[in-house]
């Protein structure tokens, strides 16, 4: 089993800056792909960003595009999500997620049934 703790998030102005963090603990010998996903009320879980195990690929929704940013820190367990210039629709329960049996992200990364572990989300607000 995988772990995952999602922290970073909090309240900011339109136009600012946050930094996400996943920290995943317990079964991460292998570097899987890594996912976020947010999810605002009422509306569905919607993927984020992905990047693959290695780091070396990345994908983004078009939403997000241009103004945020995954990485990934493997020696540390870590994830990232940079958040820069952030909209007030960019509010909403941020979560981070993995499955054990992808190293990629593959075409069907914003979508959660391609994810199995999931984290307990952390909110972000965005005030206009």
């Known amino acids: 089993q995988v772990q995952l703790v999602e922290s970073g998030g909090g309240l900011v102005q339109a136009g600012g800056s946050l930094r996400l963090l996943c920290a995943a603990s317990?079964?991460?010998?292998?570097?899987?792909?890594m996912g976020w996903f947010r999810q605002a009320p009422g509306k569905e879980r919607e993927g984020v960003s992905c990047i693959s195990g290695s780091g070396s690929s990345t994908n983004y929704a078009d939403s997000v595009k241009g103004r945020f940013t995954i990485s990934r820190d493997n020696a540390e367990n870590t994830v990232y999500l940079q958040m820069n210039s952030l909209k007030p629709e960019d509010t909403a329960v941020y979560y981070c997620a993995t499955n054990r049996r992808r190293a990629t992200c593959g075409s069907f990364w914003s979508e959660t049934q391609t994810f199995t572990s999931w984290g307990q989300g952390t909110q972000v607000t965005v005030s206009s």
């Open positions: 317990g079964r991460t010998r292998s570097p899987y792909a």
